[in-house]
């Protein structure tokens, strides 16, 4: 697993170890395994947040782990363009690449550690898909597309596109050294990482090594999750088994406890967010407040009032997914 790493732990800045006294550890309210499904034109896919009700995941609305996959030539897989309208998509990939394109003229290439932030607001269309020669040479592939929600008054702000490379994102460590935490976006006891969202998110990819144990302060005014990309282990103080797949919620408190299995590490991705607790109307490629507005998506789209293809891609497959 690639991602961005580095060849010393020891010399990254550590978070620091919460106050065993004061703080609060957060219980484990739920764990939930992802059902496999494909996405696009194709790709597998686990549907990280199935089962869980929205008020649980509150600011997020999806996440799917992308892979992991080792694709056979001419087998890697996108997405067809299609419209999106009322929240922010953020893709981040581990292993193999994806290309972006979008109507509003945001795109690039993502691979290795690399996050895009794709803010649709009032609506744009765009396409992901491997790079040709990935699809020559088929090989691995991993990441994944999380869905932010916005709040109403933000649902129709103008589209935003954000490139994060991999190299930009904070780098710690835990504070006896046994995890590497890449802080993506937000902020993780006062180490921001470079994604900026309308929506206050904590987003964090961490590596544990085989045995080691993961205590981090969490705001408590943020939700908690903990995704578990590879590997296995336990989640809460209690020591909850965890594997590869299953997603655990906590609950109210100061502090968020993973730890991995003492023969394996575990790659955990940690989500926080300042729940919008809005009514959500999620339907297809739009997530609203009511029906009726995503009725009007539907319309608007319909209509072109989304964007249009660019006129490079137009001879692209342009059908909506
Ligand atoms: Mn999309």
């Given at each position: ?106 795109g690039g290439t993502i691979t290795n550690g690399d996050t895009q932030w794709m803010t649709a607001g009032s609506g744009i269309l765009h396409i992901e898909t491997p790079p040709e020669h990935l699809v ?113 919620v906590f609950g109210a408190g100061d502090t968020i406890t993973v730890a991995a299995d003492a023969k394996q590490s575990m790659d955990v991705l940690f989500l926080g967010g300042q729940p919008i607790r ?44």
């Amino acid at each position: 697993m690639p991602a961005v790493t580095t060849d010393n732990v020891l010399a990254l800045p550590r978070v620091a170890e919460p106050d065993r006294v004061a703080a609060r550890p957060r219980p484990v309210v739920s764990v939930t395994t992802a059902p496999k499904g494909y996405e696009g034109e194709g790709f597998p896919v686990r549907r990280a947040f199935a089962g869980v009700e929205l008020r649980a995941l509150d600011p997020f609305i999806h996440m799917d782990q992308m892979g992991e996959v080792d694709y056979a030539p001419g087998e890697p897989k996108g997405t067809p363009w299609h419209p999106h309208r009322g929240f922010e998509t953020v893709t981040y990939i581990i292993d193999g690449e994806f290309v972006h394109h979008d109507s509003n003229g945001g795109g690039g290439t993502i691979t290795n550690g690399d996050t895009q932030w794709m803010t649709a607001g009032s609506g744009i269309l765009h396409i992901e898909t491997p790079p040709e020669h990935l699809v020559v040479s088929g090989g691995l592939f991993h990441g994944f597309q999380l869905w932010v929600n916005l709040p109403r008054t933000n649902k129709l702000v103008a589209p935003r596109y954000q490139d994060i490379r991999g190299g930009q994102v904070s780098l710690l460590a835990s504070p006896d050294g046994g995890a590497l935490l890449r802080v993506i976006a937000g902020d993780l006891d006062g180490h921001a990482g470079p994604g900026v969202t309308y929506t206050p998110i904590t987003l964090v990819h961490a590596t544990l090594s085989a045995g080691a144990s993961l205590t981090l302060p969490w705001r408590p005014d943020f939700n908690a999750l903990a995704y578990v990309m590879a590997g296995k282990g336990t989640v809460g103080a209690k020591g909850r088994p965890v594997e590869l797949g299953q997603l655990a919620v906590f609950g109210a408190g100061d502090t968020i406890t993973v730890a991995a299995d003492a023969k394996q590490s575990m790659d955990v991705l940690f989500l926080g967010g300042q729940p919008i607790r809005e009514p959500v109307v999620a339907y297809g490629p739009f997530v609203m407040n009511t029906k009726a507005e995503v009725m009007q998506a539907f319309e608007d789209y319909q209509a072109g009032r989304l964007g249009s293809i660019p006129a490079a891609h137009a001879d692209v497959r342009g059908e909506a997914s």
